[in-house]
């Protein structure tokens, strides 16, 4: 069974960090383009990151440029969110998805409050 499970989420105080994972199973990511994307609250889904298959190009959303790190690692099947000086505004549920041409697979989303 293919499946994505996106975990890390939580509540964090402004200008904390967390570390958002993405765990495949039932497929391997190796060929896959891994990307994040966020929707907060009454808000459209919109991007955040994503990353080739070899890891060597990586782009961000200018919201999140220079405070989120997105990295993979495709013996452990796994891609990454890490998420440094949060901000009230990065207030949402955050997906991951693969995909290879027109193969698309999304995880449920985890959620990730940002507050005082």
């Known amino acids: 069974q293919v499946q994505l499970v996106e975990s890390g989420g939580g509540l964090v105080q402004p200008g904390g960090s967390l570390r958002l994972s993405c765990a495949a199973s039932?497929?391997?990511?190796?060929?896959?383009?891994m990307t994040w994307y966020r929707r907060a609250p009454e808000k459209e889904r919109e991007f955040v990151a994503h990353i080739s298959t070899t890891g060597r190009a990586t782009n961000y959303a200018d919201s999140v440029k220079g405070r989120f790190t997105i990295s993979r690692d495709n013996v452990k099947n796994t891609v990454y969110l890490e998420m440094n000086s949060l901000e009230s505004e990065d207030t949402a549920v955050y997906y991951c998805?693969?995909?290879?041409?027109?193969?698309?697979?999304w995880g449920q989303g985890t959620q990730v409050t940002v507050s005082s």
């Open positions: 998805r693969a995909n290879q041409g027109s193969v698309m697979y």
């Open positions: 039932g497929f391997g990511i190796s060929t896959y383009i």
